[in-house]
């Protein structure tokens, strides 16, 4: 069955440090993996995205995550932490196998940032 | 990048009233769209998939007749919760998916926070 697990329902850093959020995802094939932050009572923003290619991608906002087919991760991570960065992160993996194209969400990783 | 937006941004409204809720791909065309709903503190849980010009296909569990879906353009599709009730509260989020090659990805609306009387 396909499903996404981040296994960190909260982390807390201190602003300035480095961060890693992970995710892992069971699918059948090379999926397409993403990255969204929610800041709270607000919707999901992209924060990046792999198709294909350079496992190491870019995103916005300074964050990176690496897709690792061996170990059926793509962690999230940015070299330093800011406080604007607090947010709930969701791990997202499609599309799924009935071709509707729907998303397989993680529970996502609520990050706190310290002063 | 793609916009997505959502109206209203906030509801209240009594109990056994209808309320819609628009999602508008502002910025390119989108065949297919999703209804999400989030309890706090929690992820996102697919209600329905909204295809321009059919039917909505709905997730196990979600009433169709309730959760009322129309995707009548490539811009715009409207989630109608009918004969509200409190347990209906919640916030409703949308996404518009972006075909096209090396872009095939869901950008999502701010969100709609319902509350029912």
């Known amino acids: 069955a396909q499903s996404v697990t981040q296994p960190d329902i909260h982390i807390t850093v201190s602003e300035g440090a480095s961060l890693e959020l992970r995710c892992n995802y069971s699918?059948?094939?090379?999926?397409?993996l993403f990255w969204y932050v929610q800041s709270p009572g607000q919707g999901l923003q992209l924060l990046l995205k792999y198709f294909s290619g350079d496992t190491l991608v870019q995103g916005i906002k300074g964050f990176e995550a690496e897709f690792k087919r061996s170990q059926s991760s793509f962690n999230l991570r940015k070299p330093s932490v800011h406080w604007s960065d607090a947010a709930e992160y969701f791990c997202?993996?499609?599309?799924?196998?009935?071709?509707?194209?729907?998303?397989?969400f993680g529970t996502g990783t609520r990050l706190k940032v310290l002063a | 990048g793609a916009v997505v937006s959502q109206h209203p941004s906030r509801v209240i409204c009594k109990s056994g009233t209808s309320v819609k809720i628009e999602c508008r791909s502002l910025?390119?065309?989108?065949?297919?769209m999703f209804w999400y709903r989030q309890f706090p503190k929690q992820s996102l849980m697919l209600m329905a998939t909204?295809?321009?010009?059919?039917?909505?296909?709905?997730e196990q569990g979600v009433e169709k007749d309730k959760f009322l879906i129309n995707h009548a353009s490539l811009t715009l599709s409207t989630l109608t919760v009918t004969s509200a009730h409190p347990e209906d509260s919640s916030f409703y989020i949308c996404s518009a998916r972006d075909r096209g090659w090396g872009r095939d990805t869901q950008y999502f609306g701010p969100g709609t926070r319902l509350t029912v009387l």
């Open positions: 910025d390119f065309q989108a065949t297919t």
């Open positions: 997202a993996v499609g599309p799924t196998t009935s071709g509707t194209y729907k998303y397989i």
């Open positions: 909204s295809n321009e010009g059919s039917k909505a296909t709905y």
């Open positions: 699918y059948g094939a090379t999926p397409y």
